[in-house]
């Protein structure tokens, strides 16, 4: 990005983003880098952890939930953290590094795991809900290896680090079982990525699906009343972790009395200023 | 990169026990279980009527042929019923279902309404046939299998049975006879580069011959696999209409979807994910001159099995003591794992251990619909192929720019002295199908032959002749002289004096 915006004029004003979850272990070495890169390429850097935002680091949500469901904290609250750290930024649009295998894999698993809305977006090059910000994967269409091979030619610092406690085993037999698609065929991956942009959502499932809403504690968008991030807190903070992983825990929650006044929550959430009203010319993934 | 970030309550896989505390049938409550479904213990008495159940429920509401609802009204066909058999654990539950429910019309299969006119009692369909389709022939040392299947159909009363081979696809006696468009001349294909040049193809071999150089210049073991599924289901479908079948009903088990959907959207045929569950088939439109009788001339295949998985196929056909024909054809092969064998090691693996997985991902395929416009029928598997295709293709990846797509397809025009070429006319999978390889290449046939049906498909012979340069511009299609053009532009034109 920084080369291509110097080298074309993009007239970006660019900034760098990290989420540290607190996995001691696991991120330290990648955040040294993202450090380094900070210096080298003179862009200001934002970490912002776990801990700032929710007041907990995965390794104290481990410490209470176990290894069994800790994924979904990470996944609920990194989706968010990104969001958050680019309001504070006050930028209008994220890029991730997303790449083709990560999106051949998301739509597997979207389709393995019934999440019907994630599978309608998740092959979108760049979406834009009404309430979140703008978000871009450039490398959809690069394979991992070829990054991998770009970052080795350039002598970039690349991290692969296969979180310490992910053993989400569900996604590792996908992702498993991707590399063995890929091993028979190699473009398996794109052909992947070409089937998840070959469909959409039937019209009358996508009129069934709830309207997104705002949550009433926090301002992020949500399907419910509480947005995932608050429910899954609210259960850290009442020692009921497991509370926003079924339906039936989380009526013993609500049957446990009201929120008790002095619970943590998360800081609310503001779209960064201006950015509701501008007039964004969407960028469709190609048809 | 990450780990996962599933969003609700059902997102997340948990291994849950095997079934809930009770061993007593869910069903009766009285009974002691013998099986358990989906987390549920049911008692072999109550397991027939469950699949049956099952069955009806996803076959009924497609007899007729305008749907009607939660069906109430008698079951009016437009034609005759074809069965695919493939000796396989779904197909033969399937066979013994339709026979017990519509011409034996066994009692157990209706329990549940009473009165002597129900409609149930009459006859569905006139005409029943069983079709098997012979593979041996395209694996070396694979067992013939035609005569005991014939020996199974033959127990059931009432059934007819028509027996074809995999090569029958390359078969113009074959295509004669189930009613095709005689054959005058045979196209072919040269898969060296990804355009897919069509060629004159001069020497027309035996159908087995040109079934072997035809799997042996496929790219890879998957694109074997899936061919031989392609010209399966052509065969069927052609014999369908050669039998004045307005139904093609098909095995497939709960299992056996799952497995084929994601086995192809791993293949790039996530345009298809409805017609790989239920599917309405016309021949391409073009026909006109045809021996078949009109108004006959479209198939619904019907896959009743589809809410019913492989263990509970197992246990029907282990409990009415039938048996299954035929062996995993990978052993007879040998040969390293294509996707399709890939996925389905991979699903029924995971069925193990997460038993919603198959449900979860077919009713998740049930919600999508293609999206984008269809640029007609694919020529080769007479799907529903997505426009612009070959346009994705070469903006997603760095290559040979060798592709032109035909004007109808909404894309560049074909400059007249490109190749007569078949990719534009192929769905995405097809394509892929043909030219995607692994590591380096292996000798080249000049010219494979084609399927008997993708040879005489109107537009390739339109394509083919237009690239030999001896083509009419279609109708309504006519080149403009350059005075003409002048003439349409002539306002907007600048004087260059
Ligand atoms: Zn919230
Ligand atoms: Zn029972
Ligand atoms: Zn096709």
Redesign the pocket.
Same mark, same amino acid.
């Given at each position: 990005m920084k080369t291509l915006n110097d080298r074309y004029h993009y007239g970006l004003e660019l900034f760098l983003l990290s989420i540290d979850e607190g996995i001691t272990g696991y991120r330290d070495d990648s955040l040294e880098t993202v450090k380094r890169n900070q210096r080298q390429y003179d862009i200001p850097l934002k970490i912002l952890s776990y801990d700032e935002l929710y007041g907990w680091t995965m390794d104290a949500i481990v410490a209470q939930v176990g290894k069994k469901n800790n994924c979904t904290f990470c996944g609920v609250f990194r989706r968010q953290a990104l969001d958050r750290g680019a309001a504070i930024l006050n930028v209008d649009h994220i890029v991730t590094g997303h790449n083709a295998d990560d999106i051949a894999e998301t739509v597997l698993m979207n389709i393995m795991r019934g999440d019907i809305a994630r599978l309608g977006r998740c092959t979108s090059i760049c979406t834009q809900g009404e309430d979140t910000i703008k978000r871009s994967k450039p490398f959809k269409y690069a394979y991992e290896k070829e990054i991998v091979m770009y970052a080795y030619f350039k002598k970039l610092d690349y991290f692969s680090t296969e979180c310490i406690y992910s053993p989400d085993a569900y996604r590792g037999h996908a992702r498993a079982f991707l590399k063995d698609l890929e091993a028979a065929r190699p473009s398996a991956i794109i052909d992947i990525i070409h089937s998840g942009e070959a469909f959409e959502v039937k019209e009358d499932i996508k009129a069934t699906q709830k309207a997104q809403q705002v949550c009433k504690r926090c301002g992020y968008m949500s399907s419910n009343e509480l947005c995932k991030a608050c429910t899954l807190l609210e259960g850290l903070e009442r020692g009921m972790a497991n509370a926003a992983i079924t339906d039936r825990a989380r009526k013993k929650l609500d049957a446990d009395g009201p929120v008790p006044d002095n619970l943590r929550t998360i800081p609310f959430f503001y779209m960064p200023p201006g950015l509701r009203s501008s007039s964004y010319i969407p960028v469709e993934a190609p048809p | 990169m990450s780990c996962g970030n599933p969003t609700d309550a059902e997102a997340v896989m948990q291994r849950r026990p095997k079934h809930d505390k009770t061993k007593i049938c869910v069903r009766c409550k009285v009974a002691r279980g013998n099986l358990v479904i989906r987390h549920a213990v049911y008692c072999k008495d109550c397991f027939f009527p469950l699949v049956t159940h099952r069955f009806r429920r996803a076959l009924e509401p497609s007899v007729n042929s305008k749907p009607d609802g939660p069906r109430r009204t008698a079951l009016k066909p437009s034609g005759n019923l074809l069965l695919g058999y493939s000796g396989g654990l779904g197909s033969a539950v399937l066979l013994d279902l339709v026979h017990r429910c519509y011409i034996a019309f066994d009692r157990s299969t209706m329990q549940t309404d009473g009165g002597r006119d129900h409609p149930r009692h009459e006859r569905v369909w006139k005409k029943v046939t069983v079709c098997y389709v012979e593979v041996c022939d395209a694996f070396p040392g694979m067992k013939d299998r035609s005569a005991e299947i014939a020996e199974i159909v033959a127990r059931y009363e009432d059934f007819e049975f028509i027996s074809l081979r995999i090569q029958d696809a390359f078969n113009r006696t074959w295509w004669e006879k189930v009613g095709g468009i005689p054959i005058s001349s045979y196209l072919g294909v040269s898969l060296a580069k990804e355009d897919l040049v069509l060629t004159s193809h001069s020497s027309p071999s035996t159908p087995l011959e040109s079934l072997h150089t035809y799997l042996s210049s496929l790219p890879t073991p998957t694109a074997v696999s899936s061919s031989i599924q392609t010209l399966t289901r052509l065969l069927l479908l052609h014999t369908a209409l050669q039998t004045a079948s307005s139904h093609l009903l098909l095995g497939t088990s709960l299992t056996s979807l799952a497995i084929s959907l994601i086995s192809g959207i791993s293949q790039g045929a996530g345009f298809n994910v409805r017609e790989e569950i239920q599917e309405e088939w016309a021949p391409d439109g073009t026909e006109e001159n045809s021996a078949r009788p009109r108004g006959k001339r479209r198939v619904r295949i019907v896959r009743p099995l589809r809410d019913v998985g492989a263990k509970e196929c197992a246990a029907w056909l282990w409990w009415r003591g039938l048996s299954v024909v035929g062996l995993d054809r990978r052993h007879a092969s040998g040969a390293s794992l294509g996707i399709g064998e890939l996925t389905k090691d991979f699903i029924t693996g995971l069925e193990k251990d997460y038993p919603s997985t198959v449900s979860t991902i077919v009713r998740t395929c049930g919600k999508l619909a293609p999206k984008g416009d269809v640029a007609g029928l #694919?020529v @080769? #598997?007479e799907?529903p =192929?997505q426009a612009g295709v070959q346009l994705w293709k070469a903006r997603t990846a760095i290559r040979e720019p060798v592709f032109q797509d035909t004007p109808d397809r909404g894309e560049p025009d074909a400059p007249l002295n490109s190749p007569p070429s078949l990719a534009p006319h @192929?769905?995405y =999978? #097809?394509h892929a199908t043909l030219t995607s390889r692994r590591g380096t290449s292996r000798v080249e046939q000049p010219s494979v032959p084609l399927p008997v049906w993708t040879s005489v498909s109107p537009i390739l012979e339109m394509e083919y002749a237009r690239g030999k340069g001896t083509a009419l511009p279609p109708p309504g299609m006519a080149r403009m002289a350059e005075q003409e053009m002048k003439a349409v532009v002539q306002e907007f034109l600048l004087d260059d004096e």
């Open positions: - | #694919c @080769l #598997c799907r =192929a @192929l769905c =999978a #097809c």
